[in-house]
């Protein structure tokens, strides 16, 4: 089985300050992974996955996460946050078992980010 | 762009009775998901469906849910006799190859009284 832990549960910045959330996942198999953001009120929207290649992945609105398959973490990164990104953020993980897929995502606890002025 | 719909927006009911969920996935996915939201807690898988069947499901989806796509576009969510902890957020979610990023819509939240 998998689990995916997000260190932070809450990220408070300023604007136009980077940004890093955290994410640490365990697997005893290979994983894709994700990262959705969630407005209020909103459903999950998402950011940026990896499924292979290279290990840095850049999404959505200048997000971007890198792999890092030793360490089992999946962080994400902005370099300049915007009021607009104050949101909460979901890391997840599927895996492929014995060659068949059925998608089911882990998700970790969130992360609430936000942004001041 | 082609987004997955769910309705009712907000469903409120009394412990005890059923309640359906619906959801009409993006028309050519072929892989469809249930998850809920518990207020304050993570997101957590329910079940996933393909091929008109269940592929997987978790231990919270036991013998008071079933799900069911009744026709080519719909796809449901069925809670035969809800409790209070039943309430939640339930999102529904699709996609066209299991492994690859799901799509999800804008959720039901569910209040049991």
């Known amino acids: 089985a998998q689990s995916v832990t997000q260190l932070d549960s809450q990220v408070p910045v300023f604007e136009e300050a980077p940004v890093e959330l955290r994410c640490n996942y365990s697997?005893?198999?290979?994983?894709?992974l994700f990262w959705y953001v969630q407005y209020p009120n909103q459903g999950l929207q998402l950011l940026l996955k990896?499924?292979?290649?290279?290990?840095l992945v850049k999404g959505i609105n200048g997000f971007e996460a890198e792999f890092n398959k030793s360490q089992t973490s999946f962080h994400l990164r902005k370099p300049s946050v915007h009021i607009s990104d104050t949101a909460e953020y979901f890391c997840?993980?599927?895996?492929?078992?014995?060659?068949?897929?059925?998608?089911?995502?882990?998700f970790g606890q969130g992360t609430i980010l936000t942004v001041h002025p | 762009e082609p987004e997955v719909t769910q309705t009712p927006s907000h469903q409120v009911t009394q412990m005890g009775q059923e309640v359906i969920l619906r959801c009409v996935p993006i028309s050519n996915h072929l892989y469809f998901y249930w998850y809920r939201q518990i207020l304050g807690q993570k997101v957590e898988f329910l079940v996933s469906?393909?091929?008109?069947?269940?592929?997987?499901k978790s231990e919270i989806f036991d013998d008071q849910f079933s799900v069911e796509r009744p026709d080519g576009s719909n796809f449901t969510l069925k809670i035969r006799s809800t409790k209070l902890e039943d309430s939640a957020m339930y999102f529904c979610?699709?996609?066209?190859?299991?492994?690859?990023?799901?799509?999800f819509g804008p959720g039901t939240r569910l209040t049991v009284l």
């Open positions: 997840a993980v599927s895996t492929n078992a014995g060659g068949t897929s059925y998608g089911k995502l882990t």
């Open positions: 990896y499924l292979s290649g290279s290990t």
């Open positions: 979610a699709s996609n066209a190859r299991g492994w690859d990023e799901q799509f």
């Open positions: 469906f393909y091929n008109n069947e269940i592929s997987e």
């Open positions: 697997s005893s198999v290979s994983v894709y």
